[in-house]
């Protein structure tokens, strides 16, 4: 791997419907985290949809060049689908990886971490990473600005499943 980060395109794996979806979502709440502009978020989720919803993987479809019928999937993100096909990544979500800190990446790969509910946890409580969660419950949740019991009970859920998955227990 090129010291960039970036794997080089002799030797990238095939890329399923799933993993270029993954991407896309990432992309989507990375740029959604940064506050950037809610239409090109809305289109990375979608894409990430439609890919998943594929019923044939997306190199075969980009073959015949007819990602950009596919519903959600405009010129400009059957381009990204290409270079990801070709490459492994695309410069967007190489920037965003750069931009966003790898504990708020990490944060937003949390099941029921809404990139909104990252912001005002990281501002309101300081949380920049999935370890500072339990101590921003100890803080207590209830005074979060424009956090509702669903979003506290959401919280909450993210906070057991990475202790969970770190094998802590208590």
């Given at each position: 791997m090129?010291?960039?980060?970036t794997p080089r395109a002799d030797r990238v794996e095939p890329m399923d419907n799933a993993r270029i979806a993954e991407?896309?979502?990432?992309?989507?709440?990375?740029?959604?985290?940064?506050?950037e502009?809610?239409?090109?978020?809305?289109?990375?989720?979608?894409a990430a949809e439609t890919l998943l919803a594929l019923r044939e993987?997306?190199?075969?479809?980009?073959?015949?060049?007819?990602?950009?019928?596919?519903?959600?999937?405009?010129?400009?993100?059957?381009?990204?689908?290409?270079?990801i096909l070709a490459t492994g990544t695309v410069p967007l979500y190489e920037r965003l990886r750069e931009q966003v800190p790898p504990g708020v990446q990490r944060l937003?790969?949390?099941?029921?971490?809404?990139?909104?509910?990252?912001?005002?946890?990281?501002?309101?409580?300081?949380?920049?990473?999935?370890?500072d969660l339990m101590r921003a419950i100890a803080q207590g949740l209830e005074g979060l600005p424009n956090v509702n019991a669903n979003d506290r009970?959401?919280?909450?859920?993210?906070a057991l499943n990475y202790r969970r998955q770190a094998g802590e227990s208590e």
């Open positions: 090129p010291v960039s980060g991407i896309f979502l990432q992309i989507g709440d990375m740029m959604d985290y940064q506050e502009n809610a239409f090109k978020i809305r289109s990375y989720w979608k993987p997306a190199s075969a479809v980009a073959g015949r060049g007819e990602l950009a019928t596919l519903p959600g999937i405009g010129e400009i993100i059957a381009d990204k689908i290409g270079q937003l790969r949390l099941p029921g971490l809404t990139p909104r509910l990252v912001r005002i946890l990281e501002r309101e409580r300081g949380v920049h990473a999935p370890e009970a959401q919280i909450l859920r993210a």
